[in-house]
């Protein structure tokens, strides 16, 4: 499924003038996009329902994902959240929602108990049928193994940042031991792969555009990747990437430009 990642950072593209009505659009028109990633966070979840009907895209052929903001965290909040991000968003129900970030924001507050709170209410959303799948973003090995220890619970799927520079090879391997889908965003570090040598040499090679080196690279590893733009000549681009592939050398060669830096926030050490 293609995926158009609607997630937006503190940086470049903020909530703050980073969206794109008429990208959007023709994302769901014309690119075949059906998996739309979204947040309380970015603060446009009304502008999204108007786009979502001005595509004409079924709702039944739609995967929208949207996210629990920390603040929110804790049983009756998150219930009345994720309702109220429904409604906003003119929808019944989400197929994934989740925690967004393993800290919760609220002073005095544990962290551990609150997310497993708020995982309690996930739970009982999907019983109503208001979220067809209920997953979790941010969270590292020690929060996951947590909120199992908690609640029982082993995600659908886990969203965390990945891209040649962040690389979180274990927890890659943890989720996919547990079940776990494991989804990667910013794909291309905020813009910063794209002027990498090694991404240029093999964008080059292909005759094809650094992006699509990046994500590429993603979809090789068997990663759930979701690129943004906001501009449509980019939301096509980022699309057509089905019609190459990358060498084993190629691949080994963009993986050894890990060097673990975060272009996102890091929740490493969130307890």
């Known amino acids: 499924m293609k995926c158009l990642y609607l997630y937006f950072p503190s940086r470049g593209t903020s909530p703050f003038g980073g969206y794109s009505d008429?990208?959007?659009?023709?994302?769901?028109?014309?690119?075949?996009?059906?998996?739309?990633?979204?947040s309380k966070y970015s603060g446009i979840e009304e502008q999204l329902a108007v786009a979502i009907q001005e595509s004409c895209v079924p709702r039944s052929e739609l995967w929208i994902t949207n996210k629990l903001w920390p603040l929110d965290y804790g049983y009756d909040s998150a219930m009345e959240a994720c309702l109220a991000s429904c409604t906003r968003m003119g929808i019944d129900y989400f197929d994934m929602y989740m925690l967004h970030w393993p800290d919760s924001m609220q002073p005095g507050r544990s962290n551990r108990e609150l997310r497993a709170e708020s995982w309690r209410a996930l739970e009982e959303l999907e019983k109503l049928g208001r979220c067809r799948s209920i997953g979790v973003s941010n969270f590292m090995i020690h929060h996951l193994q947590q909120l199992k220890e908690d609640c029982g619970a082993v995600p659908h799927a886990n969203q965390v940042?990945?891209?040649?520079?962040?690389?979180?090879?274990?927890?890659?391997?943890?989720?996919?031991?547990?079940?776990?889908?494991?989804?990667g965003y910013s794909p291309l570090a905020k813009g910063q792969a794209l002027g990498d040598?090694?991404?240029?040499?093999?964008?080059?090679?292909?005759?094809?555009?650094?992006?699509?080196?990046?994500i590429r690279w993603n979809i090789q590893n068997e990663v759930v990747t979701t690129p943004k733009s906001t501009k449509i000549?980019?939301?096509?681009?980022?699309c057509d990437v089905f019609g190459f592939q990358l060498e084993d050398a190629d691949m080994e060669e963009l993986t050894q430009l890990h060097d673990g830096r975060h272009v996102c926030w890091d929740p490493t050490n969130v307890e």
Do not use: M, S, W
């Open 22 to 38: 008429e990208a959007f659009v023709y994302a769901l028109r014309e690119c075949g996009i059906r998996h739309l990633d979204a």
């Open 161 to 183: 940042e990945y891209h040649v520079y962040q690389q979180p090879r274990q927890l890659v391997e943890y989720c996919r031991e547990e079940g776990i889908v494991f989804q």
């Open 197 to 214: 040598p090694t991404v240029l040499k093999l964008a080059e090679k292909y005759g094809r555009t650094p992006a699509q080196i990046c």
């Open 233 to 238: 000549e980019r939301v096509r681009e980022n």
